[in-house]
């Protein structure tokens, strides 16, 4: 049987797996968004994860039975698939619940076409028991088919590292699982036939959401720890990134550093491992504990800003700040979940006039999703206070010490600057 797969969500995680399996197999990637259909269409990811000339060399103008990438918003485009993978997104509720719906609708989706014999792979990050317990429900009531009679589903954890150019999703390895021994190995053979770093399948569907869910809960408690330790040395007046690079020449000490933790990932997977885990009857102390500590950075950020300030004898009501970066994490233009915005509102609460610059983020998104008025270019003034949040490299070139006011303080959030540089940093 010819293998042809339907992706569906075409974001961070769905267009570099489409991507690569067009290279080898005939793809269907859809997406409600159809704008973003549009440009894809045109080979342009403003995402930035995948290269226009990449994009040419896999993307067809029709849907046909030949290799490559064909991007839809009509349903119907799918019904010829036999393998089906859903890549949308899980956040959290402004409760720090775990929100299914994305996962829910893009399951009636996949029902609605779903045949006998056809294999569906969930790669959204959730808790172990979530494919088979919340999912596959909704694809039997839509699709009026058995599990593991009619149809098979499998879950294979994306390990995508958005801005990440080195650590590709061909060069991760990859972990597969199914929901029986023969679907699992299947599916282990259709990734493993892509993915160049290999593939370990695990024994089932609970293993691979559970193995998912603790890496990124893991990475949270350890810049929990990193970004307690600076709050610490800061007030014994210690360089935490000098403490860290003497602790980092012991072989087997874990190299983090400390920051803020927004994203799709870090900052939301524990809730997800902490609400299953309080189902059970258990209060996971730990992992809550480390959500707690990088949820307050933002706040702690400003603080400390507004504290050098004072010390400089700024005025602190309708002071100039600059805000460089207001993306989660460092030459990407994703905003979702970035915990720069704890920094903005706080420093609004102090009456601050603050100016946002970020040549990656997409002005629309983040006036949509926060609010904020940004600009891509730099303004040509000086400020009180500017303030390093995310250090793209288009930043690092800048001479910021030049944006200043006389006593302005330039801070260095993430410690991406020379020492003599900033007048402060985590």
Same mark, same amino acid.
């Given at each position: 049987?010819?293998?042809? /797969?339907? /992706?569906?969500? *075409?974001? @961070? $995680?769905? #267009?570099? =797996?489409? &991507? *690569?399996?067009? +290279?080898? @197999?005939?793809?269907?990637?859809f997406d409600i968004n159809k704008n973003r259909i549009e440009q894809l269409r045109k080979n342009i990811d403003n995402t930035l994860e995948v290269n226009k000339q990449s994009l040419e060399k896999v993307s067809k103008q029709k849907n046909t039975s030949s290799n490559g990438l064909f991007c839809t918003s009509d349903i119907i485009e799918l019904k010829n698939c036999n393998y089906y993978i859903i890549t949308v997104p899980t956040p959290i509720d402004k409760y720090n619940k775990p929100d299914l719906k994305p996962l829910y609708? +893009? +399951?009636?989706? $996949?029902?609605?076409? =779903?045949?006998?014999?056809?294999?569906?792979?969930?790669?959204s990050t959730v808790y172990p028991g979530a494919t088979e317990e919340e999912c596959v429900p909704v694809l039997e009531k839509i699709s009026k088919l058995k599990f593991n009679i009619?149809?098979? %589903?499998?879950? +294979?954890?994306?390990? /995508? &590292?958005?801005?990440?150019?080195?650590?590709?999703?061909?060069?991760?390895?990859?972990?597969?699982s199914g929901s029986t021994p023969e679907i699992g190995r299947k599916i282990d053979l259709l990734y493993n036939s892509v993915i160049t770093a290999g593939t370990h399948l695990a024994p089932s569907i609970k293993v691979a959401e559970a193995a998912k869910v603790i890496e990124n809960s893991q990475r949270d408690i350890n810049i929990a720890f990193v970004n307690e330790l600076s709050k610490i040395f800061n007030l014994m007046n210690i360089d935490t990134n000098q403490v860290l690079k003497a602790a980092g020449t012991k072989w087997n000490f =874990?190299?983090?550093?400390p920051g803020l933790v927004g994203g799709h990932c870090i900052g939301v997977d524990p809730y997800y491992l902490a609400q299953k885990a309080q189902e059970y009857g258990y209060h996971p102390e730990i992992i809550l504990a480390g959500?707690?500590? &990088?949820?307050?950075?933002?706040?702690? %950020?400003s603080t400390e800003i507004i504290k050098l300030m004072v010390q400089n004898e700024l005025k602190i009501k309708d002071s100039s700040i600059l805000i460089l970066g207001v993306t989660f994490k460092e030459n990407c233009p994703d905003v979702r979940n970035t915990k720069v915005v704890d920094i903005i509102e706080n420093l609004n609460s102090y009456g601050t006039k603050i100016t946002i610059c970020d040549p990656l983020a997409n002005p629309i998104d983040v006036k949509k999703e926060y609010g904020l008025e940004i600009t891509s270019k730099l303004p040509n003034k000086? @400020?009180?206070?500017? /303030? #390093?949040?995310?250090?793209?490299?288009?930043? =690092?070139n800048l001479k910021l010490r030049a944006l200043l006011k006389e006593k302005g303080i330039l801070y260095d959030v993430k410690g991406a600057l020379e020492k003599e540089t900033s007048h402060g940093s985590l």
């Open positions: 049987m010819d293998i042809k /797969i339907g /992706i569906i969500g *075409l974001g @961070y $995680v769905g #267009l570099p =797996l489409a &991507n *690569l399996f067009a +290279s080898k @197999y005939a793809v269907v990637g609708e +893009s +399951s009636e989706t $996949v029902g609605k076409v =779903l045949k006998k014999k056809d294999i569906v792979i969930y790669e009619d149809f098979f %589903v499998g879950y +294979s954890p994306e390990r /995508i &590292n958005p801005g990440d150019k080195e650590h590709t999703v061909d060069k991760i390895l990859k972990v597969t =874990l190299p983090f550093k959500r707690r500590i &990088n949820d307050s950075m933002g706040r702690y %950020v000086t @400020y009180d206070a500017v /303030i #390093l949040t995310v250090p793209h490299k288009k930043f =690092l």
